[in-house]
């Protein structure tokens, strides 16, 4: 008898139980709902809407019940056909190289260097800062200018010190390191404050103890300093790899994608694509394989957290 | 169970990263689309659409327009206001940058938004007619542009055999010269062939100690689509070649005058009269002997510091035994097909395109004077002889004669932009002029096979 009662009641209390795990499931969905109307209405339904355009031939002025109906066609011209989308995907890559190496490499060098005892600090990491907040539209008119082989200050900075001048955007073979240079000093200064954050989260005492245990600057940069500061440095790689894959207001702005398509990179090409030549539909099958290859990228991202977790 | 509500929440968790990425290249370029480097004058849109015409007016019509530079709309806006009054219409004018033209008639399309006049590119035709965009004008005004303008400009206009719109704008490529470089290197007479054109830019070209040039004989733009293709087009007519065969169906730029015509833009290259590194601003600023441009850029050279009188104009060069040609190109304005009120639309457009009492037309006028662009109606050329026929316009009015209107052919802007890449190639010798033009030639005839699907 008392085994039948004990059972109502472990029972009553399991209904109960899952009463308020019901309750609070309905109350965590609905905190939830506006993240996920925002993802619908913002991500997903355009998303389905760039597959579904992307196997048509669109030109935006007819309605889309008009566009003719290709499937793989465009994805078929794409990577089969088109020299120039390989050509762009390249320079995209090549671009996002640089600007990872390069940008990362002197954004921790800085950062480095202004977390230290510099007189004035709050003032040079406020100049480093600043490029980032200007408009890059505004970055790329001035630099064009500063590029200019013949009044650029560059040059004319090369001629006084007796070297050689140089073609700067001009060159096929100069105007990507060009373009690349222009993008590093944009976003130096904003990777610079996140390197920062991530130097100041290492606790002081490890410095301390290495400094006991006679560790050098070297020593405690590559034994200390590198490993702890490994997430910020992936975040940052991740970050700086995905944004440099979809560049598209610096070289249209410096460069317009030349000379001769050096510096025309796919979401440029994806542009005039779409707005130039009216093709919608090889357009978003563009932004599809990119966002294959950022997809990629950010399960890679995701694998090397959990490896350091 | 525990492994694979993992394995979920990984996946939703890339999911959801991956999605702003995909949005981000899905708008990439609409989100931050800057304004496009253009070679004409940059003409901003203005903040909000301008209104002109009677306020008790029952019918009220959308005019789109790249003309929102303040000094422009002070132009244009009495016109507006004196045809509104007499076809008694409201006008809402609607402004946008000229690169962002295609754009804002694409999306007003799309959303349901179109005006109802358009004011537009002849290139454009092609799509714009192919996706039933344009409304054919009255059989009236079809009548009066064929009889007022000249032959170029109603071909320009006019595709499918059917003319759509009114020409307003036309814009001529000549030979742009230098006269105090001529002056300083001996040039007494401007060149007329291309021999004359190698032989002048020769001795205009100065170097500075690293033997860099300093000053160029001659000036190839370059990075703007018009600004290469359009003067080697002229060129390459002025050698007797032909852009494509005459039922659209294949390029034949790549024939013999043509790639003697990029072979001759290699010879001022080689011969050491080019710098590529030099733009529209080093001529203005005097660096440079000679270049090929349209009229309209007069505008900038009138008011560069050196000022007008220190520049001159010149036929387009022609090879042996042919004659110059020049290219032209035509806007137009045109009505949307879904406009409810095309008939008053078009008597607006023809009030605006209609010469008053002897005098010029309201456009000619502000062609004139607020855009320093030539008028394309043949009574406009005369009653504004004297704002048209200064030494630096005459040339480029006299060249319409013969002029041949840039080629308006389905995939046109592609194929312009694609032959401007190759042109591009051979200039900075990636590739000889033969193979760059055949590749430009196999791109080409792609693209009109496709378009003719």
Known sequence: MRTISATKEAAREGRAHHRVLGRKAVAGYLFIAPSIAFLLVFALIPFLFTIYVSLHDWNMLVPLSRARFLGFENYRYLLFEDPLFWQTFRNSVVFALGNVVLTMALSLAVALLLNSRLRLRALWRSAFFMPYVTSSVAIAIVWSNLYHPTYGLFNGVLQFLGLPTLDFTNSPSQAMPSLIATS?????????????????????????????????????????????????????????????????????????????????????????????????????????????????????????????? | MSHYRINRRRFLQASAAALPALIAACGGA??????????????????????????????????????????????LTPWFEECARKVNVRIVHQTVAFDQLLTKIMTGRLGGQSVDIYHFYNLWLPDFV???????????????????????????????????GYPTEVDSYQLIYNKRIFDEAGVDEVPKTWDDVRAAAKRCTKKDSNGKISQAGFMLIKGWDSGVVHPWLSLLWSNGGEFVSKDYSRALF?????????????????????????GLEDFVSGKVAMTIMANWWGASLRASSLGIKSFGSAPIPYNDGHESVALQYNWLWGVDK??????????????????????????????????????????????????????????FVDALRNARTEPIIPGAQEIKTSLQKQIEAAWYKQKSPKEALDTAAQEADRILQEKRQ
């Open chain 2, 130 to 164: 192919g996706s039933d965009l344009l409304a054919p004008p009255p059989v009236d005004v079809v009548d009066d542009i064929k009889s007022s303008y000249g032959q170029g400009s109603v071909e320009g206009v006019t595709y499918n055999g059917q003319v759509w």
């Open chain 2, 30 to 75: 609409g989100t931050s689309t800057p304004t496009a480097p253009q070679a004409k004058p940059a003409i901003t849109p203005t903040a909000a659409p301008h209104v002109s015409g009677p306020s008790g007016a029952s019918v009220t019509l959308t005019v789109l327009t790249h003309w929102g530079d303040q000094s422009l709309l002070k132009a």
């Open chain 2, 338 to 395: 879904n406009s409810p009120h095309a008939d008053m639309a078009w008597k607006f457009i023809e009030c605006l395109n209609s010469p008053r009492n002897g005098k010029a037309s309201p456009m000619g006028e502000y062609l004139t004077t607020g855009l320093n662009a030539l008028p394309s109606r043949l009574s406009d050329q005369k009653a504004l002889a004297n704002r048209i026929n200064d030494p630096f316009i005459k040339p």
């Open chain 1, 184 to 309: 590093i000093w944009h976003e130096l200064g904003y990777y610079m404050i996140i390197f920062l954050a991530g130097l100041q989260s290492i606790p002081g005492e490890v410095y301390d103890a290495a400094k006991v245990d006679g560790a050098g600057g070297w020593q405690q940069f590559w034994r200390i300093t590198l490993p702890l500061l490994r997430p910020t440095i992936l975040f940052v790689a991740v970050i700086i790899t995905l944004s440099s894959l979809q560049v598209f207001d610096l070289p249209f702005i410096l460069t317009n994608g030349g000379p001769v398509n050096s510096t025309n990179t796919l979401v440029l090409y994806m542009y005039q694509t779409a707005f130039q030549f009216l093709r919608m539909g090889r357009a978003t099958a563009m932004a599809i394989l990119l966002f294959v290859v950022v997809f990629a990228m950010t399960l890679i991202q995701l694998r090397l957290l959990r490896e350091r977790e």
């Open chain 2, 254 to 278: 790549n024939q013999q005058p043509g790639v003697q015509t990029l072979g001759f833009e290699m010879d001022l290259i080689n011969d050491g009269s080019v710098n590529l590194g030099f």
